[in-house]
């Protein structure tokens, strides 16, 4: 059987689920034609390949490419100076609604092109793409203008051309209320429902659509006025839910058969309950939690007596997760929210592309998927989950190249 290339003495973690634990194969191959997955398996149960290149891995480890599903990626200036203040005991939200957070990195981002966005964004994007991703969630959130928040989707989808990477883009204009708004929140969903969601759809820049549900952010019934907006133009909805309070969004996302339900601190048992019925992905961000210092944990036990996905993202933002760093996330998974190294790595790869929508296309090892590898110099998968401040990456591959 004929193949562009072949992987052969490796070791697999395929992360099907048809597999156990990580999808172990001891003595793998994979092979590739058009930059899809033809086989991945046993070297012994493999169709004798005729392949234009062939990979020694030198009984290396390949997993899935890595996937961070959930990201701020694209933000201009930086927020040290509120984690000094944080530091000296200010909360996130006495910063926020002193003027601080979120509204301070949407002065920077106001004031920056879409080229200076870009060259900001890179850098991080870079530290990423070094630990084995393959594709990555980048939301708006920071413009709360029809203006600024197209442009930074436009930023995001021209991050996806200058390096190689797939880019899923999420409008997340329903982020926080910008001043022109001030004590107005109603008037500015009317704006997010009305004018920026509907462009972002028309013009394509948006996969998805994304809402913050919380005190200092929006209300249920204005999320929900959101998303039946999003449902309207045929675009699929997740939402930041539960983090420093129980407001019910998660339930709220399940009503509208959400990807995801991301942080989740807060969540209750009817809230795990209307994600396992509707499907709905548990996005955990460990990096938010060990940086603002949280102390309740999202229901790591619950979810998964309830089946509910576990994903988990590095949430790279200004303000509560200047993380670029999957391995870390891993690493504090396991070690502050408890999870199994089976599911940190399906959290980065299989149970992430399902909180993107894309588990038929990637996140596995498997035949007919993008063939997105990360080669690993590793005795054992565990090791990824393990370490700390160490990458072991030996080669990344990205549609089979």
């Given at each position: 059987?004929r193949?562009?290339?072949?992987?052969?003495?490796?070791?697999?973690?395929?992360?099907?689920?048809?597999?156990?634990?990580?999808?172990?194969?001891?003595?793998?191959l994979?092979?590739?034609?058009?930059?899809r997955?033809?086989?991945a398996?046993?070297?012994e149960?493999?169709?004798?390949f005729?392949?234009?290149?062939?990979?020694?891995?030198?009984?290396?480890?390949?997993?899935?490419?890595?996937?961070?599903?959930?990201?701020?990626?694209?933000?201009?200036?930086?927020?040290a100076?509120?984690f000094?203040?944080?530091l000296?005991?200010?909360?996130?939200?006495?910063?926020?609604?002193?003027?601080?957070?979120?509204?301070?990195?949407?002065?920077a981002?106001?004031?920056?092109?879409e080229?200076?966005?870009?060259?900001?964004?890179?850098?991080?994007?870079?530290?990423?793409?070094?630990?084995?991703?393959?594709?990555?969630e980048?939301?708006?959130?920071?413009?709360l203008?029809?203006?600024?928040?197209?442009?930074?989707?436009?930023?995001?989808?021209v991050?996806?051309?200058?390096?190689?990477?797939?880019?899923?883009?999420?409008?997340?204009?329903a982020?926080?209320?910008?001043?022109?708004?001030?004590?107005?929140?109603?008037?500015?969903i009317?704006?997010?429902?009305?004018?920026i969601?509907?462009?972002?759809a028309q013009?394509?820049?948006a996969?998805?659509?994304?809402?913050?549900?919380?005190?200092?952010?929006?209300?249920?019934?204005?999320?929900?006025?959101?998303f039946?907006?999003?449902?309207?133009?045929?675009?699929?909805?997740?939402?930041?839910?539960?983090q420093?309070?129980?407001?019910?969004g998660a339930?709220?996302?399940?009503?509208?058969?959400a990807?995801?339900?991301?942080?989740?601190?807060?969540?209750d048992?009817?809230?795990?309950a209307?994600?396992?019925?509707?499907?709905?992905?548990?996005?955990?961000?460990?990096?938010?939690?060990?940086?603002?210092?949280?102390?309740?944990?999202?229901?790591?036990?619950?979810?998964?007596?309830a089946?509910?996905?576990?994903a988990?993202?590095?949430?790279?933002?200004?303000?509560?997760?200047?993380?670029?760093?999957?391995?870390?996330?891993?690493?504090?998974?396991a070690?502050?929210?408890?999870?199994?190294?089976?599911?940190?790595?399906?959290?980065?790869t299989?149970?992430?592309?399902?909180?993107?929508?894309l588990?038929?296309?990637?996140?596995?090892l498997?035949?007919?998927?993008?063939?997105?590898?990360a080669?690993?110099?590793?005795?054992?998968?565990a090791?990824?989950?393990y370490?700390?401040?160490?990458?072991?990456?030996?080669?990344?591959v990205w549609?089979?190249?």
């Amino acid at each position: 059987m004929r193949c562009d290339r072949v992987w052969t003495n490796a070791r697999l973690a395929t992360l099907a689920p048809s597999r156990p634990g990580v999808g172990e194969v001891e003595h793998g191959l994979v092979a590739a034609q058009d930059g899809r997955i033809l086989y991945a398996g046993p070297a012994e149960a493999a169709p004798a390949f005729e392949a234009e290149e062939t990979v020694d891995c030198e009984g290396r480890w390949i997993t899935p490419g890595l996937i961070d599903p959930h990201t701020h990626l694209v933000y201009a200036g930086s927020r040290a100076a509120e984690f000094e203040q944080r530091l000296a005991g200010a909360s996130y939200e006495a910063i926020a609604r002193a003027g601080g957070g979120i509204l301070s990195t949407m002065r920077a981002v106001r004031a920056a092109a879409e080229a200076e966005l870009v060259d900001e964004a890179l850098p991080r994007l870079d530290a990423l793409i070094a630990e084995g991703v393959t594709t990555v969630e980048i939301k708006s959130g920071y413009g709360l203008s029809l203006e600024d928040e197209l442009k930074s989707l436009r930023a995001a989808r021209v991050l996806g051309e200058e390096r190689p990477v797939a880019v899923t883009t999420t409008l997340l204009a329903a982020h926080a209320l910008p001043p022109e708004y001030a004590g107005d929140p109603d008037g500015y969903i009317d704006l997010v429902r009305d004018v920026i969601l509907p462009a972002a759809a028309q013009t394509g820049l948006a996969d998805a659509v994304d809402a913050f549900c919380e005190g200092i952010g929006f209300s249920p019934v204005q999320v929900r006025r959101v998303f039946e907006a999003a449902r309207a133009l045929g675009l699929p909805v997740k939402l930041h839910a539960e983090q420093l309070s129980n407001l019910h969004g998660a339930a709220l996302a399940a009503d509208f058969n959400a990807l995801s339900a991301d942080h989740l601190e807060h969540l209750d048992a009817d809230g795990i309950a209307a994600m396992a019925r509707a499907g709905t992905v548990a996005v955990l961000l460990p990096g938010a939690f060990y940086f603002t210092r949280e102390t309740k944990a999202p229901p790591v036990a619950a979810l998964r007596a309830a089946g509910v996905p576990v994903a988990l993202a590095t949430d790279c933002n200004p303000g509560t997760s200047p993380l670029t760093s999957p391995l870390l996330v891993m690493n504090m998974a396991a070690t502050l929210f408890r999870l199994t190294v089976p599911e940190c790595l399906a959290g980065v790869t299989r149970e992430a592309a399902r909180a993107l929508g894309l588990a038929g296309k990637i996140g596995t090892l498997e035949r007919g998927k993008r063939c997105d590898l990360a080669i690993w110099d590793i005795e054992r998968p565990a090791e990824l989950v393990y370490r700390i401040g160490f990458n072991p990456l030996h080669a990344r591959v990205w549609g089979g190249a």
